[in-house]
């Protein structure tokens, strides 16, 4: 099966790092860019077959610049775009109209991601990781992380206890 390569254009090193962690277990060549001045060689480059632009690179204003751009060469206009934009963020009326299908929200999870890079995506993107082993690890980490907690309530308690007794707190050990 051939891998669907995605150029993935922001300045935030933690969002490049999430979308590729997420991503390494499908059929998606990520490619980061976070340098804005590379935008167009790093295009030309790799002929992504989709783009995951963030809507603040490198500004608000100069993402729809950037758009405008890609839509004036007709290879590049064939290109499906994704806009990945803050819940709290407006999203640019330019960018809307354009990518109006493909806005992607933070905060997202994988499943998201997937899913939204899939309907823009003209080849299937295949998942390697099975759906059944996430739930897995995440009830794992939910016990280990209750335990934890019922853990140091105990202490908390105790402390207190000692502490209505009347006991100084610097003769405590």
Known sequence: MESVSVLVA????SLATFIKQELAETTVTVHVLTDPEQFFKKLKITNPGLILLDATYPTREQTADLVGKLGQKSSWKEIPLVIIKTFFEPLDEALQEIAADHILTQPFTRADLLTVLQQASEQPIINH???DEEEVMTESTSTINNAKIAGDYAEIIELTEVVEEGVPLDQLE
Do not use: A, E
């Open 129 to 131: 990781r099975p759906d």
């Open 10 to 13: 922001t300045t935030s090193q």
